[in-house]
């Protein structure tokens, strides 16, 4: 049975709930020194070693609130053993790599604090360096269920030493379909440890999981008045169509920190770079990107490199980043949930914050149906980007930034060119090649290349003969010593530094005759009197002796 307790306000301090003086003073440098709702209500039961089912909202404070009784439990008295290699002591299950990126960082400065040790696993890096920190041994996991549940499966992750396991964003891991993964890593923990589920919903089979793993839990919900999330400001803005984009760019260009929600990678993407190209640096966090482009953007946006993060619904679930003053709904959300939690991106630790929904005429049925089954009580608002309701939100402009390719705010680094921004695989410089060879160097110019002239053809296709001893393949030494002849087309195919084939016939005397041969690619020829050799051939080319009369 499960006993609901509505969380009072806030009276006490850390040590009075019990909170172990090493850690008091960790939080006490990280500034924390008064508990937020919820973390004042569960850290009574979660030191006591009682399962609790946490309702807190986004911006509530509950990663705190599981961290403390984590790093508390495994360095304690309840502390059932020392470490073991492979064998972690906590685990925290989180939906997306970010979210899970950011448990640890809270984690890390209390587990430093009492001696005990943290990583992540997750999915879209090499799992190598998962693999080391299980072998050598860690005492707090925080992973991701698809990376932990393959490293369950080949024999490197073992959950039967786990004393405390923390679920967090449950009805996320839902929305997810990772439930049915979920449960099987559950499985394999020990019964008798200490679980902690947070989770803003029951549905979508959040309560059956609760019900299979909880045992005697105490259900902590936050008070709606003295949650921070109250301090919320909704702003419905209903614009025409050819008026979007200037509105978005203006909700876009203030002082503070903001989340623009797009509904798709594509979207969130091009918007980044349109905001960038206009003087308001973004970045882009979604699907697409790599785990360093994720890691790379999201720091960017944390450290405040850039004010502007332009967001898919998925990818943000696990954004954690204080003082983001205000959310923009580029285009309304699907269902009231995804609103939410959206919404919830502001408005965190105690701050103040404003969301802004756009909306078109033709949404305006859906939207407000949306928001009524989210309980939001807002009237819209038929606007311009210059509209005094916009300005008011948005306040002053940013300063407009230059963008700078590969710089901050343009949303990807530009890889180094190679092969001065030429392809340089095979296939290209052989078609290079083919089309206009490369003499070679003259004996005054070793190493200098020069692009062959292209020959006339014959009705028959093949290459008219030039007049004179050079089409014979006598090496014509020109002042800056390039070695030009013979009738082959893309004479000279070698490249620069490349040493080429010699072949045909030497250089008759000049007015003579000389063979020369014809070929597709051609070869290099060696400037001045020693330039009586062309044609040197590609490997498997045809060959067709040609007579030109000098």
């Known amino acids: 049975m499960t006993d609901t307790i509505t969380t009072p306000e806030v009276t006490t301090t850390f040590a009075q709930l019990g909170v172990p003086a090493k850690l008091v003073a960790a939080l006490r440098e990280a500034n924390r020194e008064t508990p937020f709702p919820i973390q004042a209500d569960t850290l009574p039961d979660t030191l006591a070693g009682r399962d609790v089912l946490g309702r807190g909202k986004t ?312 928001l009524r089954k989210a309980d939001i009580k807002v009237q819209p608002q038929i606007v311009v980007a210059s509209s005094d309701a916009v300005d008011v939100l948005v306040g002053p402009y940013a300063p407009h930034v230059a963008p700078v390719p590969g710089g901050p705010g343009s949303g990807n680094e530009l890889p180094q060119p190679r092969g001065g921004g030429k392809s340089t695989g095979a296939n290209a410089r052989r078609k290079r090649s083919a089309r206009d060879g490369v003499a070679g160097s003259g004996a005054h110019g070793a190493g200098d290349s020069a692009r062959a002239e292209r020959p006339r053809r014959d009705r028959s296709g093949r290459p008219e003969a030039k007049q004179g001893g050079g089409a014979g393949g006598r090496g014509q030494q020109s002042e800056g010593g390039r070695g030009r002849g013979g009738a082959s087309r893309g004479q000279g195919g070698a490249r620069s530094g490349q040493p080429a084939r010699q072949g045909g016939r030497g250089a008759a005397p000049r007015g003579g005759s000389a063979v020369a041969w014809s070929s597709t690619g051609g070869g290099s020829m060696q400037g001045g009197d020693a330039g009586g050799r062309s044609g040197g051939r590609s490997g498997g080319e045809r060959r067709a002796p040609r007579r030109a009369q000098g």
């Not at 905001?275 to 882009?284: F, H, M, N, Q, W």
């Not at 679930?317 to 919830?344: C, F, I, N, T």
């Not at 033709?362 to 949306?370: H, I, N, P, V, Y």
Request: aromatic share 2%.
């Open 59 to 370: 911006g509530s404070g509950k990663t705190l609130a599981f961290s403390i009784p984590l790093v508390a439990r495994l360095s304690g008295e309840l502390a059932g053993g020392g470490r073991r290699k492979g064998l972690p002591l906590g685990l925290v299950l989180a939906p997306t790599r970010e979210l899970a990126t950011q448990i640890a960082t809270e984690i890390a400065p209390l587990a430093k604090a009492a001696g005990l040790t943290v990583t992540t696993i997750f999915g879209g890096v090499s799992q190598r360096p998962q693999e080391t920190a299980l072998r050598n041994g860690v005492d707090i996991v925080v992973a991701c269920p698809g990376r932990l549940e393959d490293l369950m499966k080949q024999g490197i992750a073992s959950l039967q030493a786990i004393e405390m396991t923390v679920i967090d964003e449950a009805d996320h891991m839902a929305d997810l379909g990772f439930l049915p993964v979920v449960t099987k890593i559950l499985d394999k923990t020990p019964s008798s440890g200490q679980r902690l589920l947070f989770s803003a919903t029951l549905d979508n089979g959040v309560d059956k999981l609760v019900k299979r793993f909880l045992t005697n839990e105490v259900m902590h919900s936050v008070d709606e008045a003295n949650s921070p999330v109250a301090a919320m400001t909704h702003h419905v803005f209903e614009v025409a169509p050819d008026d979007k984009n200037l509105l978005v760019r203006r909700l876009a260009s203030g002082m503070g920190r903001r989340i623009l929600f797009t509904r798709t990678k594509h979207q969130a993407k091009k918007l980044a770079k349109h905001l960038t190209a206009s003087g308001i640096p973004a970045v882009d966090l979604h699907g697409n990107l790599s785990q360093n482009a994720r890691d790379r953007n999201l720091a960017q946006f944390s450290d405040g490199t850039v004010r502007v993060l332009v967001a898919t619904d998925v990818a943000a679930r696990g954004v954690h980043v204080d003082d983001v003053q205000l959310v923009v709904h580029v285009d309304p959300p699907m269902e009231h949930k995804a609103y939410l939690h959206r919404s919830g991106r502001t408005a965190r630790a105690g701050s103040d914050g404003d969301v802004a929904t756009v909306m078109l005429p033709a949404q305006r049925r859906d939207t407000m149906t949306l």
